[in-house]
């Protein structure tokens, strides 16, 4: 699917937990934030994750099926 490794991570994370936010994804990986958003997004372009809650800060993400 041409997923890098913190997305990997992130996937991995969500299954266990059921969901993700920035700050988890963060912590997970030892990003940045701008690099944590830049993969969610790209998670979520390719129908992996969607965005549940609120959008901005506080919004998580869980997978899309």
């Known amino acids: 699917m041409g997923l890098n490794a913190r997305?990997?991570?992130a996937v991995i994370y969500?299954?266990?937990k059921g969901k993700i936010t920035n700050k988890e994804y963060r912590d997970v990986n030892n990003c940045?934030?701008?690099t944590a958003t830049q993969d969610l997004l790209e998670?979520?372009?390719k129908g992996i994750f969607k965005v549940s809650?609120?959008?901005g800060a506080g919004s998580s993400y869980e997978f899309a099926q």
């Open 43 to 45: 998670l979520v372009s």
């Open 53 to 55: 809650g609120k959008k």
């Open 7 to 9: 997305q990997i991570k």
């Open 32 to 34: 940045h934030r701008n």
């Open 14 to 16: 969500v299954k266990e």
